[in-house]
T-cell receptor, first 115, second 112 residues
Framework: NAGVTQTPKFRILKIGQSMTLQCTQD?????MYWYRQDPGMGLKLIYY???????DKGEVPNGYNVSRSTTEDFPLRLELAAPSQTSVYFC??????????????FGPGTRLTVL | KQEVTQIPAALSVPEGENLVLNCSFT??????LQWFRQDPGKGLTSLLL?????REQTSGRLNASLDKSSGRSTLYIAASQPGDSATYLC???????????FGTGTSLTVIP
């Protein structure tokens, strides 16, 4: 069981470039999340999805976009990268409710540097 | 808005000691609270999940308690080992909405 997988593991972008962070889960979870983790700041929610075709903004959505065309995949798009987007990005998923217990499962993260 | 605080930010203990990590939250209308472990450069690993109706959960040497009325949770680690060295984070889900709120973590070092 792979759980939650993320690619790439590391990436360096130049200011103004764009990229897509990939996230896939094989647990048939409805809920998926994108977080960013900055040193000493905890995890901040960027976007989340409650199922295929449904997404919503979290605390810090500016500069990012998401889509959810399948249950398994939840890519995060960065347009016009800025140094403020240098961070570690985590994707997470959780089950549908009582059966899933609301336990979150995390991917290994993508470390992004914007220069 | 839910604020989650973890104090201390860092903790260093000798091997074999029992220890307690703290997590405080401002809004007691929570659905559940989850404790995670994060090793350097890695993702978060779930340790324990406590539903709002529960007072505690146990897994091996770990015991997590929840006191909603006072807005507090503790993670008790018995007989600490060097392999327990990591950052421990707590996250709270409110009764409404789908968002989880994370603390900034406690960095634990267990000295052999």
């Amino acid at each position: 069981n792979a759980g939650v997988t993320q690619t790439p593991k590391f990436r360096i972008l130049k200011i103004g470039q764009s990229m897509t962070l990939q996230c896939t889960q094989d647990m048939n979870h409805n809920y998926m999340y994108w977080y960013r983790q900055d040193p000493g700041m905890g995890l901040k929610l960027i976007y989340y999805s409650v199922g295929a075709g449904i997404t919503d903004k979290g605390e810090v959505p500016n500069g990012y976009n998401v889509s959810r065309s399948t249950t398994e995949d939840f890519p995060l798009r960065l347009e016009l990268a800025a140094p403020s987007q240098t961070s570690v990005y985590f994707c997470a998923s959780r089950g549908p409710g009582l059966a899933g217990g609301f336990e979150q499962f995390f991917g290994p993260g993508t470390r992004l540097t914007v220069l | 808005k839910q604020e989650v605080t973890q104090i201390p930010a860092a903790l260093s203990v000798p091997e074999g000691e029992n220890l307690v990590l703290n997590c405080s939250f401002t809004d007691s209308a929570i659905y559940n609270l989850q404790w995670f472990r994060q090793d350097p450069g890695k993702g978060l690993t779930s340790l324990l999940l406590i539903q709002s109706s529960q007072r505690e959960q146990t897994s091996g040497r770990l015991n997590a308690s929840l006191d909603k009325s006072s807005g507090r949770s503790t993670l008790y680690i018995a007989a600490s080992q060097p392999g327990d060295s990591a950052t421990y984070l707590c996250a709270v889900k409110r009764n409404t909405g789908n968002q989880f709120y994370f603390g900034t973590g406690t960095s634990l070092t267990v000295i052999p």
